[in-house]
């Protein structure tokens, strides 16, 4: 009988990126000795790791042979690897799918200090749409992005949040008071989209929702005419709900 239990780990593997980690985290040249201290590890293990990594061009011989640091050969394979990501391949199409679907301006995005940014915009078909690009940058309180990153925050992370906030008055609908702020989150919540209705622009509405995808969050939504959102709000809601189904399943 096959054991169900934990597969085996290789030792030498977990060795490995343990010593890359340390680099990482101590961001300096570091000697034999040091490595095998750090890792706990014997020190003519630690001297085979690491000569086979040089041979391999992912260590560098620092000071004659004294100490030794990563090269940009690591670097350069993640970039490779990152060219083709199979998860951000799967939210893209999703993105797209529900742009097509309703003709609006898709977006996603995630937290950037006290602003929401928008990582990727896909934009609407429609003559009259809502316009962004990627890197714009959202005030939390008054964007349906924002909103939508506060809620999926643990309680006190948010409130400490927003506590934080200068809540500026962008428009005659804008929220400007931290309690009607968490009113309105509190409301959109059971609802399970966040908007904002001419909060941040007089003339459009936004809809987002909050989602973890690897342990990350994030918030993806759609924008456009308030006249022409509002007309179509349980259309949109029900297509926002089903997406975010979708991506959370990465």
């Known amino acids: 009988m096959k054991n169900s239990g934990s597969p085996k780990l290789v030792k030498s593997a977990i060795r490995t990126m343990e010593l890359f980690a340390l680099f990482a985290d101590l ?5 034999l000795a040091d490595i095998a201290q750090a890792l706990a590890a014997p020190k003519s293990s630690c001297h085979e790791l690491i000569q086979t990594l040089v041979q391999l061009g992912y260590i560098l011989v620092i ?12 670097l350069h394979v993640g970039e490779q690897i990152n060219t083709f990501n199979p998860i951000k391949e799967k939210i893209e199409h999703e993105l797209k799918r529900l742009r097509d679907l309703t003709g609006e301006t898709v977006f996603i995005g995630r937290m950037q200090g006290q602003q929401a940014v928008y990582t990727d915009v896909f934009d609407g078909n429609h003559a009259m749409r809502f316009t962004a690009q990627a890197g714009d940058l959202n005030d939390l309180h008054v964007s349906s992005i924002g909103k939508a990153l506060l809620a999926g925050m643990e309680e006190i992370e948010r409130n400490q949040c927003i506590a934080k906030l200068k809540l500026k008055r962008l428009s005659d609908s804008s929220i400007t008071g931290k309690k009607q702020l968490k009113e309105n989150l509190l409301a959109c919540g059971e609802q399970g989209v966040f908007t904002s209705v ?4 007089p ?7 909050p989602v973890k995808i690897q342990g990350h969050l994030l918030a993806f939504g759609l924008a456009g005419p308030i006249t022409r ?9 029900r ?3 089903e997406s975010a189904e979708v991506m959370q399943r990465q």
């Open 27 to 31: 961001k300096k040249p570091l000697a």
């Open 198 to 201: 001419g909060e941040s622009l």
């Open 229 to 237: 959102v509002q007309k179509k709000l349980p259309v949109y809601m």
């Open 239 to 241: 297509a926002l709900k």
């Open 203 to 209: 003339d459009v509405m936004g809809m987002a929702m």
């Open 63 to 74: 000071d004659g042979g004294k100490s030794y640091y990563p090269s940009r050969r690591l």
